[in-house]
């Protein structure tokens, strides 16, 4: 049972698009919400998060909407950029626990 | 000077051998984890510790054994691989004890392939 849902998979944005990619959550303890970004034979490292006392969060061209009533949580890539060619990792973790629940991933091709 | 390594970086072996993975953080985090990520890319976590303290074993075969010597350290130890076990294994920390909700500082991972 898949805690953080993620769509989609896969992406294809034409440079200086924006990407949009979309998560969901079933547990309402969750109480903190970031995103990682990794790169190919890379770990995975924190690119903005959220707290569900916010709706939204930017960050440079990183925007993360957040809509606490319907569990979802979503980042935007703005003006995308070859540069952010990754794959991005939504996830969700609460206070009670001690590790991140993550998301399936997207994998995210910007076209020149 | 990298936050967190592991080591080995690859790392091929035969079914039923035993292998050992290292890491170390110089963060002075006080939490570190191990999560799996499979060949779809799905990251999971395995294990959480805090101050050497395992605090989440999450359903991993009691094949798997982390150790951690010290707070710096936690070494994952593998018994009787299989195929299955084939994945990037990747050594996290952060700092704290809710640490799950501070960022976490991944390693580089460690591509264990079992053949």
């Known amino acids: 049972q898949q805690q953080v849902k993620q769509s989609p998979q896969s992406l294809i944005v034409q440079k200086g698009g924006i990407s949009i990619i979309n998560c969901a959550y079933e547990n309402t303890a969750f109480d903190y919400f970031p995103w990682y970004q990794q790169f190919p034979g890379k770990g995975p490292a924190l690119l903005i998060a959220i707290r569900p006392d916010v709706s939204e969060k930017k960050e440079g061209r990183f925007t993360i909407s957040f809509n606490k009533s319907a569990k979802q949580f979503s980042l935007h890539i703005m003006d995308s950029q070859p540069g952010d060619s990754a794959t991005y990792f939504c996830a969700a973790s609460m206070a009670a626990g001690n590790k991140l629940t993550f998301g399936g991933g997207t994998r995210v091709l910007v076209k020149p | 000077d990298t936050a967190v390594s592991q080591t080995p970086k690859y790392l091929v072996t035969q079914m039923g051998n035993d292998k050992s993975i290292k890491c170390e953080q110089n963060l002075g985090h006080d939490t570190m984890y191990w999560y799996k990520q499979d060949s779809k890319k799905f990251l999971k976590i395995m294990f959480s510790?805090?101050?050497?303290?395992?605090?989440i074993n999450e359903t991993v075969p009691n094949r798997f054994s982390p150790k951690s010597p010290d707070k710096a350290h936690l070494n994952l130890h593998i018994n009787s691989l299989e195929l299955g076990d084939s994945a990037v294994y990747f050594c996290a920390s952060s700092r704290g004890a809710a640490g799950a909700r501070t960022e976490a500082f991944f390693g580089q991972g460690t591509r264990l392939t079992v053949v």
């Open positions: 510790y805090n101050n050497k303290e395992l605090i």
